[in-house]
């Protein structure tokens, strides 16, 4: 009989570890949902960027030097899809926590110091990208006011405009994702 319950303590130990181990795969927490439907849409709207950009320049290729005349509007839009893909591209990279950083610190930090160090990265991060998002609005809001819109193209300057505060709300966003996420985690291991 004891080995009986040794046998049945060990498949309970065994379950319990697997559960653990695919508890993320089975059950995925809501932080996990939104992070993976924010990176799906930062990747949407790049690819999508991207794709227009690319269509763009061919269009503005073949009408130059085939029918000797270009697209007046290509350059001018090149650029605003361009800003819009770098500001919504620094909010994915600031999901997947992959932003350039100096790791003179945290390569030595171990534990609850390496946690409190990255925490203090994540909301320096999110306060400045709030900052800069509220400067950044300040200057859509002058450029709606005023009803601008670029040279040769003719398209509204706040729509190039908002992609910077567009861009930085969703580098908070982004940074605030992975706080909840680094604070759920760790909720669950302690």
Not at 27 to 41: A, C
Not at 54 to 73: E, K, L, P, Q
Request: hydrophobic share 55%; net charge positive; with cysteine.
């Amino acid at each position: 009989m004891g080995l009986w319950k040794q046998a049945h303590a060990f498949k309970v130990l065994v379950m319990n570890a697997k559960a653990e181990v695919f508890e993320d795969v089975a059950m995925p927490t809501r932080v996990s949902v939104i992070r993976r439907q924010l990176d799906k849409g930062y990747s949407l709207i790049i690819g999508t960027g991207i794709l227009v950009a690319i269509m763009i320049n061919i269009a503005n290729v073949i009408g130059r030097y085939v029918f000797d005349s270009s697209i007046a509007w290509a350059e001018e839009t090149l650029s605003f899809i361009l800003i819009w893909v770098v500001f919504v591209g620094a909010a994915k990279v600031a999901l997947n926590n992959g932003h350039l950083r100096v790791e003179l610190f945290s390569d030595y930090l171990k534990g609850p110091l390496k946690a409190v160090y990255d925490f203090v990265i994540w909301s320096s991060i999110c306060a400045l990208s709030l900052y800069m998002a509220n400067e950044s609005f300040k200057a859509v809001s002058l450029m709606y006011s005023f009803g601008q819109t670029s040279n040769v193209a003719g398209i509204p300057m706040y729509i190039p405009h908002a992609a910077l505060f567009l861009g930085f709300m969703a580098m908070a966003v982004s940074t605030l994702v992975n706080m909840l996420e680094f604070l759920l985690s760790n909720k669950r291991v302690g």
